[in-house]
């Protein structure tokens, strides 16, 4: 599945970055089908291309071979094979990944992950993860 | 689940091996020492569901030992059987009191005795793991269930988004109040079943109360939109704790105060010699005192208003008694129409050490 899906994502970066003015791109990881999509669902009707993952591996293996680094990462704690913290502590360490902005989702009102750009709590409204991916963008720009 | 160990000590290779005849049947781990030292090594190694151990042995005796044994995490609440040939001095069991369960069978050892006691407090050492394998199984079950929640919560926003008329931005934002409430009664649930044998590891570390009641408060007041939390610190409120654990304590205070009062919330810390107050405030309707003597247990709730549609589980006092009792504190609540409801928190500065 992982290559697949790489495969896919990487013929998608291409297209978009043919396109002028190209939409920003979100990696959307979230291990649940369901929220992932509804994720990138929402995302997409307000303008962005969408990477689906669905563990901590197809992000960094995404990030390994995609020529433009996305936008931001809306990234999920705990998903199997690679968890969210070990994708953000690896994000951090790696100079050409560390200016990536991460919104980290997680279920637990505790956690307070290192290096996240932001802490959104499981359930979420909608426009708050849009209000951060959009400053994320802006400040991309 | 692993095989419950049951550690023996004793100096006479002879008697290690009589007791080891005595368990072979049994399914569990017996695991042998030979002195008071190796006694503390393997048990700062694993938990043991029962410890027997010789009274005399040279070095250091049986008595020596169980005092060594209780500083250790690992083996502070473990049941101990001392095996003795000689009558005690009553003095010497006077000494071990206070250092958890002791018991002792004397030598030459019916076997039949031993084996039923031990057989029985292997029996309880199982049943108290099954349980906090259980708790730990709902904790993580209840998390997991944020996630569905999450799903009902954005795919309702996508659904109102592309609708625009007021029913159902009305309709939507009503499941939204919902996923929110089930939301929290889930947290509570997981907190719940993590306190849930009342044994609440505490990662202490520098702190300071003042400026987690600032963090707090500025959380809450985002999450209940615009609602005003007033802060007081006076003095020292420096202390070791666990900053997770008093964050959770301090924010279902205010949370509280701010959904069953009225008007501003205060919020005081205060240095008082070797430990620290908090202490949160609201006015409204106060709790009726049976209510209020009440309140810390599981499943009770102080104020219950008609058409409350942010009703929890109740389990939110609770969990702060046991923060805070695991903190080795005090939590006291009072309530009165002139002075409001005060809920007053005292911590020692230093957390006593916990088992983890």
């Known amino acids: ?141 | 689940m692993s095989r419950p160990a049951v550690l023996a000590v004793d100096d006479r290779a002879a008697n290690l091996l009589a007791l080891e005849a005595l368990f072979e049947r049994f399914d569990l781990d017996l695991v042998t020492g030979s002195s008071g030292r190796d006694a503390i090594r393997l048990a700062s190694e694993r938990p043991f569901a029962v410890m027997l151990i010789d009274v005399v042995m040279p070095d250091m005796d049986g008595f020596e030992t169980v005092r060594a044994l209780r500083a250790l995490p690992l083996a502070a609440q473990t049941p101990i059987i001392l095996l003795t040939a000689y009558e005690f001095d009553p003095r010497d069991i006077e000494s071990l009191q206070g250092t958890g369960l002791v018991d002792y069978v004397g030598k030459p050892i019916a076997a039949g005795l031993l084996r039923g006691k031990v057989e029985a407090l292997v029996s309880l050492y199982r049943r108290g793991e099954a349980l906090a394998a259980k708790d730990r199984d709902i904790a993580i079950l209840a998390h997991d269930l944020q996630t569905p929640l999450a799903s009902i919560s954005a795919g309702t926003e996508l659904l109102v988004r592309s609708a625009r008329d007021q029913h159902t931005q009305e309709i939507g934002q009503r499941v939204a109040q919902t996923v929110q409430r089930m939301s929290d009664m889930v947290s509570d649930l997981t907190d719940y079943a993590r306190v849930g044998r009342g044994a609440i590891p505490v990662k202490a570390r520098p702190l300071d109360l003042a400026t987690l009641a600032d963090e707090v408060a500025r959380d809450c007041h985002q999450l209940e939109g615009g609602a005003r939390v007033r802060l007081e610190a006076e003095g020292d409120a420096q202390g070791e704790w666990d900053p997770d654990r008093l964050y959770q304590a301090v924010s279902n205070l205010v949370v509280n105060a701010l959904r069953y009062g009225e008007g501003d919330v205060r919020v005081r810390t205060a240095g008082d010699g070797a430990s620290v107050l908090l202490s949160v405030q609201n006015f409204g309707t106060p709790i009726p005192a049976p209510r209020l003597s009440t309140i810390f247990e599981p499943f009770q709730r102080g104020t219950q208003r008609p058409n409350d549609d942010r009703r929890g589980l109740g389990l939110g006092l609770y969990i702060v008694r046991a923060i805070v009792s695991a903190h080795g504190g005090s939590v006291h609540a009072s309530s009165s129409q002139q002075s409001g409801t005060l809920f007053t928190l005292r911590l020692p500065r230093q957390a006593p050490a916990t088992p983890p």
Do not use: C
């Open chain 1, 1 to 141: 599945l992982a290559r697949a899906e790489v495969d896919r994502t990487v013929s998608s970066v291409e297209t978009s970055r043919r396109v002028e003015n190209a939409a920003p791109t979100i990696v959307v990881a979230e291990d649940d089908d369901e929220l992932r999509e509804l994720i990138a669902d929402l995302l997409e009707d307000s303008g962005y291309d969408v990477i689906p993952a669905a563990n901590g591996k197809q992000v960094t293996d995404y990030l390994e071979v995609a020529e433009t680094l996305p936008a931001a990462i809306v990234l999920d704690l705990l998903m199997p094979l690679v968890s969210g913290w070990e994708v953000l502590r690896l994000i951090r360490s790696r100079p050409r990944w560390t200016d990536i902005p991460v919104v980290a989702v997680t279920g637990l009102s505790r956690d307070r992950p290192t290096g996240a750009t932001a802490v959104l709590k499981k359930p979420f409204p909608v426009h708050d993860l849009l209000a951060l991916l959009e400053q994320a963008a802006a400040h991309e720009r």
